[in-house]
């Protein structure tokens, strides 16, 4: 009993450690919307004969530090490459099943092309996770010709988390859709650079709607992905 207390003890003084020094470490840079938050970016390329979803998830300090925690296979205190990789391959599924993209009532089914995780510098010595997947999808049979087709992107990922929740819709070369102005405007670049806001008035994106001439424009190559490492990030407070 004494021993449990102890340990007990031991955990609470561990947590309110760091606690401390995230909120008094001056010299830090803590992140931009918060260090328990976590925040996702879903970017939406149109083309003539399918559709790309470059998505980010960004995680900041104290996520992050459970993180390192729960992949930590070896116990060494440390989360390596090949750990970090271990889970986004399972976490990349995961996220998948929590969003939906739907042409004409019928759902798209993606398969991720391409995943890199790397731990990046956060407050307090302590780091953040930038994870980011490309998902490719074919379009279902019977729309190669069809005219103004509904689109539906539907994310539900993190949502009762408090952090940056960003949808945006990017048309290849020639490819036609109606979509509110709003969301072709790329905000934080890619989770790259917050702006100078406050969590409170943080995007809260769950679903966009538009509508796309299907097999309008000529085939593209995918745009630049967004799966590079985050050299630096900031957030013009």
């Known amino acids: 009993m004494i021993g449990a207390r102890r340990g007990l003890i031991l955990i609470l003084a561990l947590a309110g450690g760091l606690a401390s020094a995230l909120v008094f470490s001056a010299s830090a840079q803590a992140h931009p919307l918060g260090n328990f938050t976590i925040n996702r970016y879903a970017r939406i390329e149109v083309h003539s004969d399918r559709f790309v979803i470059q998505y980010v998830v960004d995680t900041a300090e104290i996520p992050t530090f459970q993180l390192i ?4 296979a ?8 090949a750990e970090l990789d271990s889970y986004a391959a399972r976490e990349k599924d995961r996220l998948a099943a929590n969003f939906k993209l739907v ?8 398969s991720p092309a391409e995943t890199t995780i790397e731990l990046l510098p956060g407050a307090a010595g302590l780091q953040v996770t930038r994870l980011a997947v490309v998902y490719e999808g074919a379009l279902p049979s019977g729309l190669a010709q069809s005219n103004n087709a509904q689109v539906v992107f539907t994310d539900s990922n993190f949502a009762d988390r408090a952090g940056w929740k960003e949808v945006v819709v990017v048309p290849s070369a020639g490819a036609q859709i109606t979509v509110d102005p709003r969301f072709t405007v790329d905000t934080s670049d890619a989770l790259r650079n917050y702006p100078a806001v406050a969590l409170t008035a943080a995007p809260d994106v ?3 709607s538009f509508s796309w001439v299907v097999g309008s424009g000529t085939v593209a190559p995918p745009l630049k992905a967004v799966v590079g490492s985050t050299a630096r990030r900031t957030s013009g407070f």
């Open 69 to 72: 925690g729960d992949v930590d």
């Open 74 to 81: 070896n116990r060494d205190g440390k989360a390596s490459q």
């Open 103 to 110: 042409i004409g009532g019928k759902k798209i089914v993606v």
């Open 206 to 208: 769950r679903e966009v």
